[in-house]
């Protein structure tokens, strides 16, 4: 044991983020989470299934939109909002949209100076 004031610890050694050291490649690999590898199967089965039938889900479903005697109103007007929900783009506030509205808080009218004298009344002055 050492008896004497104590030096500054080692310097700490830059972190990358990542475990398993600073080796590139090292540490586990990036694992997907559920919803990813859901979209990822989901996107590949639709691939297969396309491949087989010859049409793509978007063709599918404007087939259902556009069909008039085999599909209810309930359901071409669900296959137009997953048309539409996924084909358009939204539209955010705070973008470019705002910068051509103009500004949206509107500042009062200025006051009359009180330093300035304003003659009220036209008449005798005593």
Known sequence: M???P???P??????????GGHRPGAGRPPSLTLSARQVK??????KERAKATG????????????????????D????IKLWKDYTMA?????????????????????MPDPAKVLQIRKG???
């Open 2 to 4: 050492a008896t004497g």
């Open 6 to 8: 104590k030096g500054s």
């Open 10 to 19: 080692a310097p700490a050694l830059p972190t990358t983020g990542r475990r």
């Open 41 to 46: 199967s989901m996107l590949a089965k639709a």
């Open 55 to 74: 049409k793509d889900v978007d063709d599918i479903l404007l087939d259902i939109i556009y069909s008039q005697e085999s599909v209810s109103p309930r």
């Open 76 to 79: 071409q007007l669900a296959a």
């Open 90 to 110: 939204r539209i955010s506030e705070g973008g470019e949209t705002d910068k051509f509205l103009g500004p949206q808080i509107y500042l009062p009218e200025p």
């Open 124 to 126: 005798k002055s005593t």
